[in-house]
């Protein structure tokens, strides 16, 4: 198994539009494929009492913690303040966006308020364990936030038990005989077949060799089969964050695979229990 070779600042998460109502880690595909329609919040009179002002505005949630600690995050999307709450046994982090479909409606602009976004994720992450939503999760008013959490409420709980004090880690596999294949050329089912099968045995032998050096140090492991590459996530507890690595590279190469590794995350792979992951 090569040296692992921890990224910097490492891959930036996928951009989306507006999933109004969606609860945890989205990546639509109508997004991508620019079928989606603009940001379209709820209407915000211009002319209504200051006192109820902030509390009319729609709001764009970033994630759940347990209740405490309470992370102290000075600014959020589009500048503004990040706010949190306890509500329902967890606490929310949120900020009211004034004129969302202005400040996020070009891809300048939803650019940078995703990279805003991750980074109160990775201030909170910095002092407890986030369950983020999808960005951009918009709901009308703070009036909802509670209503649109109870949904949801079971989900989130045993999820905070489940990633308690820990980590995210991605690995990722890549073989260089896939890279080199051209997946557009037709191939007979036995010959299909009998790559699926090799796939399968090289997948298998590198997640035991994973799963055996980090044995003291992971608390579970979980995978995904992507066109060419092969993805296992690492929830890690945060005081075995070093030994990880450590491990890792001190592991002895595997001929024909190129690992690499990124993170600390929040530990989004983990929120469904397991064997729940699609």
């Not at 918009?138 to 209503?147: A, I, K, M, P």
């Not at 949904?151 to 896939?178: K, M, P």
């Not at 001190?250 to 792979?269: F, K, N, Q």
């Amino acid at each position: 198994m090569p040296a692992f070779r921890p990224l910097t600042p490492g891959p930036q998460p996928l951009i989306c539009w507006v999933e109004r109502g969606a609860p945890l880690r989205g990546d639509g595909a109508a997004q991508r494929e620019g079928r989606a329609p603009p940001i379209t919040p709820a209407f915000v009179p211009s002319i209504i009492r200051p006192e109820y002002h902030e509390l009319l505005m729609p709001c764009l949630l970033y994630c759940v913690t347990q209740q405490n600690p309470a992370v102290n995050v000075a600014e959020g999307v589009c500048d503004a303040a990040v706010r949190s709450r306890e509500m329902l046994g967890v606490r929310l982090y949120w900020s009211s966006i004034d004129g969302p479909e202005v400040v996020m409606g070009d891809p300048e602009s939803l650019k940078k308020a995703a990279l805003q976004f991750h980074q109160v994720l990775r201030e909170i992450l910095a002092a407890t364990t986030p369950i983020p939503f999808r960005f951009p999760t918009l709901l009308e008013s703070e009036d909802v936030l509670e209503q649109h959490l109870a949904g949801e409420q079971e989900l989130y709980r045993i999820a905070l038990q489940r990633t308690a004090d820990a980590v995210q880690y991605e690995v990722v596999g890549t073989w260089t005989a896939e890279e080199q294949a051209d997946l557009a050329t037709p191939v007979s089912g036995r010959e299909y077949r009998k790559r699926r099968q090799e796939a399968t045995v090289r997948i298998a032998a590198v997640e035991s060799k994973l799963k055996s050096v980090t044995a003291d140090s992971v608390r579970e492991w979980r995978g995904r089969q992507e066109r060419k590459t092969h993805r296992w996530f690492a929830l890690v507890p945060r005081a075995n964050r070093e030994r990880f690595i450590a491990a890792l590279r001190s592991a002895g190469s595997s001929e024909g695979i190129r690992l690499r590794l990124s993170g600390p995350w929040p530990p989004s792979e983990f929120v469904a229990p397991p064997g729940e992951n699609g």
